[in-house]
């Protein structure tokens, strides 16, 4: 086995193995160490386990974050639901393991995340409190729309009954999409991602990314950003205004999104990861998801607690309060600086 550190020329041979790798995800793709270097400036690590006559055998991609606010540490991957170690087996996963650990070292890191759909099994702790939402998709719109309930098919056409739109689309829907996000963000006390992050995905993947966004009388009231990979298509971000709950925006942009991903043949559609009982659960419940166990496993330098770089911890608590109650300008200007060192 030879395990060396990827470079721009073998990108791709490793598009080829994700394509075929049972555990990859479209945020094994080796593009993403550029966008996130290029929006974050934060260093990119791409591990790769070969051998003779059999080429790639594993892939681990991680990202070196390091502020005097959230600490030094690798991720594998930020900013995303999915990432950690690639491979074919334990050999050539445990080899890129190891690697990572050395790595950390040598940066002096704290910690390493791994986040992972299957365990390691490999002694390293995990966080088992988040699921994947996944719905399994019919050959048609019409079959999914007939699967539903008559509670849920009211809700979506309560929104279409106000004169609520839907257009698809890519960089035209960028700023309705920054716009609405940007907003929920900030009443959620959360630093928001910069436009340019956006931008800049949809400049890397444009055979696989897109923007849902909902309308009234031009109004952007619910926007949320696609992702493909293979058979699957994902909904990482999405957001509604919440003065327009009540007639219920967020029902028509999921559906919509759904309808988009029956017609252009996806076979999975992910909700984005949850944790089981909350709010965004019991959303992502009513449409017939089921629910898949997350493992975000951690090497941690000095043992001890698993840490909580998230708005769960209480040590956050007065600043996401504080947050809520900022312009929503101001925090498009304060936020992506912060942002950029949230894993």
């Known amino acids: 086995m030879i395990l060396r550190t990827a470079s721009k020329s073998d990108e791709p041979a490793i598009d080829a193995y994700i394509e075929r790798a049972e555990e990859a995800s479209l945020y094994h793709a080796f593009r993403w160490g550029s966008v996130i270097e290029d929006c974050f400036s934060h260093k990119s690590y791409y591990l790769l386990c070969e051998s003779d006559g059999e080429g790639i055998q594993g892939i681990l991609p991680l990202v070196h974050m390091k502020s005097r606010m959230f600490g030094n540490l690798l991720v594998s991957m930020p900013y995303f639901n999915y990432g950690g170690v690639c491979a074919n087996g334990k050999e050539s996963r445990d080899l890129l393991v190891g690697e990572a650990v050395q790595l950390a070292k040598r940066l002096g890191a704290s910690h390493i995340e791994f986040r992972q759909e299957k365990p390691l099994d490999n002694g390293f702790p995990a966080k088992t409190t988040k699921v994947s939402m996944r719905l399994s998709l019919p050959d048609s ?70 923007i849902c966004s909902v309308y009234r009388e031009n109004v952007p009231m619910a926007s949320g950003f696609l992702a493909a990979f293979r058979d699957r298509l994902e909904i990482p971000w999405a957001a509604s205004l919440r003065r327009y709950n009540s007639l219920s925006p967020n029902m028509l942009l999921y ?84 942002v950029r060192n949230i894993p």
């Not at 898949?292 to 698993?306: D, R």
């Open 141 to 210: 719109p019409h079959d999914l729309w007939k699967s539903f309930p008559a509670k849920l098919r009211s809700q979506i056409r309560k929104p279409q009954k106000s004169g609520m739109v839907v257009r698809i689309g890519r960089e035209e829907e960028l700023n309705s999409f920054h716009q609405v996000f940007s907003v929920c963000m900030r009443d959620l006390g959360t630093p928001v991602y910069p436009r340019n992050f956006f931008r800049t995905i949809l400049d890397r993947f444009p055979e696989s990314t897109w």
């Open 255 to 338: 559906w919509s999104c759904l309808e988009f991903a029956c017609n252009r043949g996806y076979r999975v559609f992910d909700f984005g990861r949850s944790t089981v009982g909350e709010g965004t659960y019991r959303f992502k419940e009513q449409w017939g998801t089921v629910q898949y166990p997350m493992n975000w496993h951690y090497w941690l330098a000095k043992g001890g607690t698993l840490p909580e770089i998230n708005p769960g911890n209480p040590r956050y608590r007065l600043a996401i309060e504080m947050w809520k109650k900022l312009p929503v300008s101001l925090t498009k200007v304060l936020g992506p600086p912060i």
